[in-house]
């Protein structure tokens, strides 16, 4: 079975500091990595996707993520901190070997970032 | 250039009503793609429609129908409302229906079953 865990609930850091927030997956085959944020009563916004090919993936807003086939993980990261990156993050997979578009969502990361 | 918009922003129903929300793609975009967000969870994927027909179909009980109109719009359709069908419903439209391509989300609907 496929699954995604974002193994915090909350991450913490101040402005400036470099942040990053945790995605493991499990799947049988080849992984598609989403990550998307969320921002209060609104929809999800598109950061970066790993389809294939370098597995540093840069993305919106300085966002870039690392794909570690090894370690099953896709971690979100980004060198410099705003106090705008709070918001509900979420990682996503999807099986290469399966059709159609479901994507498997992680329980989401409460980014605090504080000034 | 629109991006996907979905209708009502928010709604409330009793037990047993019937309800239907609506979803236009992002301009370009033919693949509607629709999920149900509870509190403090992740989305989940109900189903998704491609050239007017259903796809693909999440763990989603037979309450739940949708359909895809010509010009690529969609609507999802929940019979027989139960209070733990409360919930942000998100559509996202993509390009194609393979899953490489990146979905776009709308703001949600809203949904409050009492």
């Known amino acids: 079975a496929q699954s995604v865990a974002q193994p915090e609930d909350q991450v913490n850091v101040a402005e400036g500091n470099p942040l990053t927030v945790k995605c493991t997956y499990s799947?049988?085959?080849?992984?598609?990595l989403f990550w998307y944020v969320q921002y209060p009563n609104r929809g999800l916004q598109f950061l970066l996707k790993y389809i294939t090919g370098d597995n540093l993936v840069k993305g919106s807003y300085g966002f870039e993520a690392e794909f570690n086939k090894s370690q099953t993980s896709f971690h979100l990261k980004k060198p410099s901190a705003l106090v705008s990156d709070s918001a509900l993050y979420f990682c996503a997979l999807k099986a290469a070997n399966q059709a159609g578009t479901a994507l498997i969502f992680g329980k989401g990361t409460t980014l605090s970032v504080s000034s | 250039d629109a991006g996907v918009t979905q209708s009502p922003t928010h709604l409330i129903k009793t037990r047993g009503q019937q309800v239907t929300l609506r979803c236009s793609p992002k301009?370009?975009?033919?693949?509607v793609s629709w999920y149900q967000q509870a509190l403090g969870q992740g989305p989940q994927f109900i189903f998704q429609y491609y050239e007017e027909e259903e796809r693909q179909r999440g763990n989603f009980p037979d309450r739940f129908s949708g359909h895809q109109f010509p010009n690529y719009s969609s609507e999802l359709n929940v019979n027989a409302l139960l209070l733990g069908d409360s919930a942000l419903y998100l559509c996202?439209?993509?390009?194609?229906?393979?899953?490489?391509?990146?979905?776009?989300f709308g703001p949600g609907t809203r949904l409050l079953v009492l």
């Open positions: 799947v049988s085959g080849n992984p598609y």
């Open positions: 301009s370009g975009h033919d693949t």
């Open positions: 996202a439209s993509s390009l194609g229906g393979r899953g490489t391509e990146t979905q776009y």
